[in-house]
């Protein structure tokens, strides 16, 4: 068994066993599945968002296994992928609480306890009306910039996303948002590994859902090869011209993955499709 405890709920939760009293937590339930959920829950005025895992089964892992999927086996991913990413200097959420029981994969107990962070917005919202309401340039170029620092910073540290979009940075709106005062933290790691160093498969699989999920808020070619600066760029190590040279192929092929990613969502999601 495994288990961190921070206030509120070392207070909220001493002599009692924390696996049955988080089972107890009520607020909004956002997601409901059979071996996850997660909800907001409030303790003293103040928001936490719960994810509790209970095992997936032999039989899900199996299936993921050999569908090339890597299951989501508990907690411990999130909270590992956290870990890295405060030591890395990316802002994200900060946990709370983690618990860890059993260890068979296929039962395990876990959960993860998170700070609220609000009042954010997330970038998927906050660009919505880019294309027909362009942003101030410096705004958008020092998002752009700290999009790609923080995406640099999570795989230099070894951790790749999984579900790397725009949707999954929160824009902090507890101060007017400026070039010169922006504040971004990045969610939803609970799919995210963490190794030694990243893969370049999976590198490139979060890249590639990065630029789709930008695909459509009217960045310009200057705005994408900010991004690339930003990204591969890092402490000025190498020069625009060069990351367009070394990563030449890379680029060709984010460009096709996006396009069949952009292809599929319409099949899914476009009016009369059948989903």
Same mark, same amino acid.
């Given at each position: 068994?495994?288990?961190i405890?921070?206030?509120?709920f070392?207070?909220l939760?001493? @002599?009692k066993?924390?696996?049955v ?9 956002y997601?409901e599945l059979?071996g996850r959920r997660?909800?907001r829950?409030?303790?003293? *005025? ?8 209970? %095992?997936?089964?032999w039989g ?10 890597a +299951?989501?086996?508990g907690?411990g991913?999130e ?7 405060h030591e890395? %200097?990316?802002?994200?959420m900060?946990?709370v609480?983690? *618990?860890?029981? @059993?260890g068979?994969p ?11 962070l609000? +009042? ?9 009306h ?5 942003p101030?340039?410096?705004?958008k170029?020092a998002?752009?910039?700290e999009v790609?620092?923080?995406? @640099?910073a999570? /795989?230099r540290?070894?951790?790749n /996303?999984?579900d790397?979009?725009?949707c999954?940075?929160?824009l902090?709106?507890e101060r007017p ?12 790691l609970h #799919? ?5 160093a990243? +893969? ?10 990065l630029y789709?999920s930008a695909?459509?808020? @009217? ?15 890092a %402490?000025?190590?190498?020069?625009l #011209?060069d990351i367009? #040279?070394d990563?030449a192929?890379?680029?060709a092929?984010l460009? #096709?993955?996006?396009?069949r ?8 999601y476009a009016? %009369?499709?059948? *989903?």
């Amino acid at each position: 068994m495994r288990l961190i405890l921070a206030e509120p709920f070392k207070t909220l939760w001493a @002599g009692k066993d924390p696996f049955v009293e988080v089972e107890r937590l009520q607020g909004k339930v956002y997601r409901e599945l059979e071996g996850r959920r997660t909800l907001r829950t409030e303790v003293d *005025g103040r928001g936490y968002f719960v994810k509790i895992h209970r %095992g997936i089964g032999w039989g899900e892992i199996a299936k993921n296994l050999l569908t090339a999927k890597a +299951p989501v086996l508990g907690a411990g991913q999130e909270w590992a992928a956290l870990e890295r990413l405060h030591e890395a %200097g990316v802002p994200t959420m900060t946990a709370v609480a983690y *618990g860890e029981l @059993g260890g068979n994969p296929a039962t395990q107990h876990s959960f993860i306890i998170t700070e609220e962070l609000a +009042p954010t917005v997330d970038l998927e919202v906050f660009t919505r009306h880019w294309v027909e309401q362009p942003p101030e340039p410096r705004l958008k170029h020092a998002l752009i910039t700290e999009v790609a620092r923080m995406t @640099g910073a999570m /795989h230099r540290a070894g951790v790749n /996303h999984r579900d790397c979009y725009i949707c999954h940075f929160l824009l902090s709106t507890e101060r007017p948002v400026t070039a010169d005062d922006l504040c971004l933290s990045l969610i939803d790691l609970h #799919r995210a590994q963490a190794r030694a160093a990243v +893969p370049k498969r999976w590198r490139d699989k979060d890249l590639a859902g990065l630029y789709f999920s930008a695909l459509n808020i @009217g960045l310009t070619r200057r705005d994408k090869l900010r991004f690339l600066k930003g990204y591969f760029g890092a %402490g000025g190590q190498r020069s625009l #011209r060069d990351i367009l #040279r070394d990563e030449a192929a890379l680029l060709a092929w984010l460009e #096709r993955k996006a396009e069949r990613l952009l292809a599929r969502y319409q099949r899914k999601y476009a009016p %009369g499709a059948q *989903g």
